[in-house]
């Protein structure tokens, strides 16, 4: 499977909006997940093979949106109201449609890996 390749990061203060980007060819179900600073790697959104259906963990909901453009092979997660917090190397993962429009939230659950994004949230 092809590996994705993220990019959008950068350097935001609190408040301030940033959108992800992940291409990747295919059509996998693909999540985002964010290693902050001494921490574990840990869930953020994911979508399914068709995008019918989103997770989300609870600190970003209503402040993040995870969407595709299935024409151009890229996935996109929208930050809005960034928080000092959010702060992390941010990882998009993909996974093969098996069958059914399933999601995975689950890091072992996935089989391809971006390199990562940097995303600094600081005032």
């Known amino acids: 499977q092809v590996r994705p390749v993220e990019s959008g990061g950068g350097l935001v203060q609190p408040g301030d909006s940033l959108r992800l980007f992940c291409a990747v060819s295919?059509?996998?179900?693909v999540g985002w997940f964010r290693q902050p600073p001494g921490k574990e790697r840990e869930f953020v959104a994911a979508?399914?093979?068709?995008?019918?259906?989103?997770s989300y963990t609870n600190s970003v909901k209503g402040r993040f949106t995870i969407s595709r453009n299935s024409a151009k092979d890229t996935w996109f997660l929208q930050m809005n109201n960034l928080r000092p917090e959010d702060t992390a190397v941010y990882y998009c993962?993909?996974?093969?449609?098996?069958?059914?429009?399933?999601?995975?939230?689950?890091?072992?659950?996935?089989?391809?890996w971006g390199q990562g994004t940097q995303v600094t949230v600081s005032s």
């Open positions: 295919g059509r996998p179900a």
């Open positions: 993962a993909t996974r093969e449609n098996t069958g059914g429009d399933l999601l995975y939230t689950r890091a072992a659950e996935y089989e391809s």
């Open positions: 979508i399914s093979w068709r995008g019918a259906r989103t």
